[in-house]
């Protein structure tokens, strides 16, 4: 599989999920609702290339999120 796209309506609104791996290169995009927070888990990514919103975080970067919309991309190893 190289795309998904999904969505989860909570009480506290939509959590929305879409993701493409192409030439290597995760592209992720997350909607996190209010009164919520997010763990995020990427197995398979290569750390040093990992970036949040464009800005290059660790994997526990990705943990406790608050609400909001990412975009996380990272070089992946399959």
Same mark, same amino acid.
């Given at each position: 599989m190289s795309q998904a796209k999904g969505g989860y309506k909570t009480p506290q609104g939509e959590v929305l999920v879409e993701?493409?791996?192409s030439q290597g290169l995760l592209m992720?995009? @997350? =909607?996190?609702p209010k009164n919520s927070t997010a763990d995020i888990v990427l197995p398979k990514v290569e750390t040093a290339s990992l970036t949040l919103n464009d800005i290059? @975080? =660790?994997k526990q970067s990705l943990v406790d999120l608050?609400?909001?919309h990412y975009v996380?991309?990272?070089a992946v190893s399959l």
């Open positions: 993701w493409k791996i992720m995009s @997350v =909607t996190i290059k @975080v =660790t608050p609400p909001g996380i991309s990272a």
